[in-house]
């Protein structure tokens, strides 16, 4: 670090531990000063400090003896303005991963002439011009829940990070993006929320990932600050590139997205397992060997653990690649993936009961590599654990799940809901187990696994008890006072997630589906730039929110343009990329179905969706 005792410019830089990883990385800084409408002058006074110890006159930092203490900076006075006049300084910072240097000349290029009203109001321009394009009619709507909409669509684009430029790893021409932190938490609801507001920085961003991709050889996970942090599920990135060229495949080339380059990247992940599976890639091997993760193979690239949700999220994540393969006419490595996302099953215990929980029988467990099968309390990782386990990461933890509980885990599997119905005895067991799940608080709010929970019931044919417990998650947990984020907001993942569910809408990443449900606003519309379609939802005897969430706003009918629409429980994309007036009918009825087609039902693969 230095100061300059004439401007008191300060330049400096420090290596700091990554905050969820073993690696570490470099940051700089370069701050200037500038009185407000006056001369500042040279600093009267200047130092550095440590700790809480300042030493004056100093100004490198070879003049301390810096190796002792945690923290360290720059301490300066100036003088007041002349004639009684109003004190105020400016002061201007500029970042850098790659030098202190270039922190300067960052600043210097984004903010030349300290003009803190111009900033101020080009900053407050751009955000309008994102959170713009989502519109809500606020009519019979209280304030609370549009600073509760807005304020969770704000949170989602603050990460990933746009740190083009500052990559100083490699020189490439493409973006870089960083702060991905971590995919496992966002893959669910933040980029298809992109997808249908923003989807020329989702494709800015799919191109970072390839980028990193082709230079450290899988796409990223978790990262931070430049460094690999340790991967929470498995290779998450899939269903992201997957979100991505579901839906824009033919917008692409014009985003400057390469489709080779993306399949590339998927099957990097797919097929080849990298040297240290805890940061990047997957257990490659063991899942094509085996078809699942095993529980008692200690192998030297990663821990041993989390084996039962890497096997259902490797399921999806092969899923989602199958969904790529077929767009691009690759039909051997479609069926191949396809095969691959019924995995799931594979850990599928059918004589698992819960503590507590009658008419509850099956589970997914952890299954040793010869077939058998291991034992997991259902309640592990819940607030019935009896052994008040975390299930966070940890090399010597052994129960095979990651921040949930069997209970919860064992209602993963979204490219195949039907699938799970079979196996878990048929509809009314299957919406039995549900409410168990919420009546017995098994149901979490504060992590992701639990997401796409209350939105089940559609595939049971039951979306008015979506509907109901959709909002009644929302009424208990989510609001805009110090308490009301439960848990922390995990890079946007809970921002999109409420922004969805106040939409009425659940996502299924790298499908063509959005599940539907009432909105909280009598009108809303989606403009998507890249497209340049505007699609508004309006819902049709709407008479506000219930405080608690229950009662009232199932959708009864469905309209697409003045049409009937072949389901009321979701939407297909292409409602949203011809730019459609959605009209929902809606009715106090809880009994609602999703329609009488055959197409009614959102898709699951064993059910012959998504062919």
Not at 17 to 34: E, I, L
Not at 507 to 535: D, E, I, R
Request: charged share 15%.
């Amino acid at each position: 670090m230095t100061l300059d005792p004439d401007t008191g410019n300060l330049e400096g830089g420090a290596s700091f531990a990554a905050s969820f990883g073993p690696g570490r990385y470099n940051a700089f800084t370069c701050v200037s000063f500038k009185g407000e409408g006056y001369d500042l002058g040279k600093p009267v006074e200047y130092g550095i400090w440590l700790g809480d110890f300042p030493v004056r006159g100093t100004t490198n930092i070879l003049q301390v003896y810096y190796g002792f203490v945690e923290e360290i900076g720059g301490l300066l006075t100036f003088q007041p303005a002349p004639n009684g006049g109003k004190t105020s300084i400016l002061v201007r910072v500029g970042v850098s991963f790659i030098s202190s240097a270039q922190a300067c000349a960052n600043a210097e290029e984004e903010i030349p002439d300290f003009d803190f009203a111009g900033v101020q109001s080009a900053a407050r321009a751009q955000w309008n011009d994102l959170l713009g394009r989502v519109q809500v009619d606020t009519s019979g709507v209280d304030q609370e829940t549009v600073e509760l909409f807005y304020s969770s669509l704000y949170r989602t684009h603050i990460s990933p990070a746009d740190y083009t430029g500052e990559n100083p790893k490699w020189n490439s021409t493409e973006p870089y993006y960083d702060s991905l932190y971590c995919n496992w938490d966002t893959y669910r609801t933040l980029y298809p929320l992109m997808s249908l507001h923003d989807p020329e920085t989702f494709s800015r961003i799919v191109r970072g990932m390839i980028d990193i991709q082709k230079h450290e050889g899988w796409l990223p996970e978790c990262r931070g600050a430049t460094a690999m942090h340790f991967i929470q599920g498995g290779s998450n990135g899939d269903p992201i590139l997957g979100e991505f060229f579901v839906k824009f495949h033919e917008s692409a080339a014009a985003l400057d997205v390469d489709a080779d380059d993306l399949y590339n990247a998927l099957l990097a992940d797919a097929e080849i397992e990298p040297p240290n599976w805890n940061l990047q890639g997957r257990q490659a091997n063991a899942w094509k060997q085996f078809n699942f993760i095993p529980q008692d193979m200690f192998s030297p690239g990663g821990a041993n653990t989390k084996q039962a949700s890497r096997t259902l999220e490797h399921a999806f994540n092969d899923f989602s690649i199958s969904q790529v393969a077929k767009i691009l006419g690759k039909t051997e490595d479609a069926q191949k993936y396809v095969q691959r996302a019924g995995n799931f099953a594979n850990l599928w215990n059918p004589n698992i009961t819960v503590p507590g929980g009658p008419g509850v029988l099956g589970m997914i467990q952890p299954r040793f590599a010869n077939g058998t099968f291991n034992f997991t309390d259902p309640r592990h990782c819940s607030v019935h654990d009896p052994a008040q386990a975390t299930c966070f990461l940890n090399a010597a933890n052994r129960d095979g799940f990651y921040e949930s509980s069997p209970i919860v885990y064992s209602q993963y599997a979204p490219q195949d809901t039907a699938k799970l119905i079979e196996l878990q005895g048929g509809v009314d067991k299957f919406i039995s187990r549900l409410d168990f799940i919420f009546d017995q608080d098994y149901f979490d709010s504060t992590d992701e696994p639990s997401q796409q929970i209350p939105f089940m019931y559609h595939y049971a044919n039951r979306p008015g008890l979506s509907t109901q417990r959709s909002r009644q998650i929302i009424a208990q947990f989510f609001n805009t006072s110090v308490n009301g984020l439960p848990g922390n907001d995990d890079s946007g993942a809970m921002g999109s997630y409420v922004a969805f569910y106040l939409a009425g809408l659940y996502p299924l990443p790298a499908t063509q589906q959005f599940l539907l449900s009432s909105p909280y606003f009598q009108q809303m519309s989606f403009f998507n730039p890249v497209l340049n379609t505007t699609t508004q939802i309006v819902a049709k005897n709407f008479d506000g929110n219930p405080s608690n969430g229950t009662g009232g706003l199932n959708c009864q009918s469905v309209d697409v343009n003045g049409q009937p629409y072949k389901s009321n429980c979701y939407l297909d994309w292409d409602v949203f990329t011809s730019g459609s007036l959605v009209e929902l009918t809606l009715t106090e009825d809880i009994d609602v179905t999703c329609g009488n087609g055959t197409n009614a039902l959102p898709p699951s693969l064993s059910t012959g969706g998504y062919d």
